[in-house]
């Protein structure tokens, strides 16, 4: 079982979360998309100018791309990566303390380090987005993402190699200091937040179609975690 969204104005929000922000998170995510269009959305918390970040395909359907809203946005992008039909892991690292681009933001892919390209320089630390809502799917009609999304997780600390390299072997979290949301979203409780944190508040839910994921399994059997 998975999340899923058809492609139209649905979408979930998770309400005003504060663990994309600051000077480090950790998130990871899979998703299985069955199509794809230019500025589908994926997971956003995020204002043009302002703040936050966003997962999306808004320099081309092929091209995974996480955006930090700043003065000038900063997209940091991996060039054919994103696949149809397909359960695809990602993991996003941000640590601004470190010195260069590719050391602040990390991307992983089923467990490989990716090479993302920068258009501008990574912030030391990521603005708050103005209290915009963490959503997942859409944040508008015509970002709208048709797939699937499970095992969403996030971290506000610096997590280590084997975690990076290695959590897409696994459905529950390789380390839960620091953990502030999972949601597994295949457990048969839609949205249950499983970090402690009791972030089990959501609203929107009435517009996800297909809860269950139609067609795509995500029984453990099924999905085999390479």
């Given at each position: 079982m998975a999340?899923?969204?058809?492609?139209?104005s649905s979408f979930v929000d998770e309400g005003s979360l504060v663990y994309l922000q600051g000077a480090q998170f950790a998130l990871?995510?899979?998703?299985?998309l069955r199509s794809v269009a230019l500025n589908d959305e994926i997971i956003?918390?995020?204002t043009s100018a302002t703040g936050g970040v966003r997962v999306a395909l808004i320099i081309a359907t092929t091209t995974f791309t996480l955006q930090i809203g700043a003065a000038t946005n900063v997209n940091c992008s991996i060039s054919?990566?994103?696949e149809t039909g397909t359960w695809q892991h990602w993991f996003i690292a941000y640590d601004g303390s470190q010195s260069t681009n590719a050391t602040k933001l990390r991307i992983f892919l089923n467990g490989v380090e990716q090479t993302v390209s920068f258009s501008t320089t990574v912030p030391t630390s990521i603005v708050s987005p103005g209290g915009l809502p963490l959503t997942m799917g859409s944040i508008t009609a015509t970002r709208s993402m048709t797939g699937l999304l499970s095992d969403l997780m996030?971290?506000?600390v610096v997590l280590p190699d084997?975690?990076?390299k290695?959590?897409?072997q696994s459905f529950n979290p390789l380390q839960t200091s620091g953990l502030q949301l999972w949601e597994p979203l295949h457990d048969g409780v839609v949205f249950k937040d499983y970090s402690g944190n009791n972030r089990d508040t959501i609203t929107n839910v009435g517009v996800v179609r297909g809860c269950i994921g139609n067609g795509v399994s995500m029984g453990h059997p099924v999905l085999e975690l390479a």
């Open positions: 999340v899923e969204f058809d492609g139209d990871a995510f899979r998703c299985y956003s918390q995020f054919n990566s994103v996030i971290w506000n084997s975690v990076l290695s959590q897409h």
